[in-house]
């Protein structure tokens, strides 16, 4: 099952998911002036970075956005780094959280689960009820595709939907109980689902009893770093340091930007932010 993939990969690379959020801006000069194709230009930039990391890299994640906002050649950018990471054996994940329903969810799936767009994983949005998230369980079934369902997230205003209160608790946690359930049906070989959460590394107050209640779930894990979320805290989430990836995408691939000579040593200053941040989390000094 994929989930075993993941879990595999983990355990063999750490659990650093670098987030490849690629704005033009993020971009050294010196990748730019080889190209005036966008396209080409964006995809340089993304294969400098999974060359450099994926040894030390769990998972990669893809932030459509980034990509859309750059119109078809952004888009195309997108399709052919998904493509490199499958060439070079790298797990991925689609940030598209997605939350629609029903024919629409299908087509969602089918978008993100096979043809250009063909990833590991996906995020979705469950706000919209569970029958946004059942259009992907033929998907899960296999054993091929997974997912992250958004619980409980990093940004300040999950406080005006998620901590809502219900059955004097939470929203989210009436949310994940059921999606949890749910979940039971796709469990690998390594104990974890195929259907696991987003989980803001913000918040350490809840981290123990959200990894006690959801103990055969896999986080995904944002916040760490520019976010707030700290070494001590995301350790909280981790089981043996496995059983969660933990995202960085800004503090990785803009990290040469704090250097004056990091144009030209782009791919050592990634790589060293990869690790800078997995000693963190580690607890290494």
């Known amino acids: 099952m994929i989930i075993d ?16 959020d690629t704005s033009l801006d993020y971009i050294p000069e010196n990748i730019k002036n080889k190209s005036s194709n966008v396209a080409d230009i964006v995809f340089e930039f993304n294969k400098q970075i999974i060359d450099c990391t994926n040894d030390i890299t769990g998972i990669f994640k893809v932030q459509i956005a980034y990509y859309e906002a750059m119109g078809l050649e952004g888009l195309k950018a997108y399709s052919k780094t998904l493509k490199y990471l499958k060439e070079k054996n790298a797990l991925s994940i689609g940030d598209v959280k997605r939350g629609d329903i029903a ?39 296999s054993g091929e595709k997974g997912a992250f369902v958004l619980l409980r997230t990093s940004n300040p205003g999950a406080k005006d939907i998620e901590y809502l209160e219900y059955k004097n ?104 932010a990869v690790e800078n941040m997995r000693n963190d989390i580690y607890g290494k000094k």
Request: proline content about 3%.
């Open 103 to 141: 024919a629409t969810a299908k087509e969602y799936a089918k978008a993100h689960f096979s043809g250009d767009f063909e990833v590991d994983f996906i995020t979705l949005n469950p706000y919209m009820g569970y029958d946004s998230i059942t259009p992907y369980f033929d998907y899960f079934k």
């Open 169 to 272: 608790e939470p929203l989210y946690y009436e949310i994940g109980e059921n999606i949890y359930k749910m979940a039971d049906e796709f469990i690998g070989e390594c104990g974890y689902s195929s259907l696991g959460f987003v989980v803001g590394g913000t918040y350490s107050e809840e981290a123990t009893e959200i990894r006690e209640r959801f103990k055969k779930s896999f986080f995904l894990i944002p916040g760490y770093g520019a976010q707030g979320g700290k070494a001590e805290d995301i350790r909280l989430y981790l089981d043996d340091f496995n059983g969660g990836v933990v995202n960085s995408s800004r503090g990785i691939i803009t990290a040469y930007k704090k250097h004056e000579d990091g144009e030209n040593k782009f791919q050592e200053y990634t790589r060293q």
């Open 5 to 20: 993939k993941l879990y595999d990969s983990v355990k063999d690379k750490g659990f650093v998911c670098v987030g490849l």
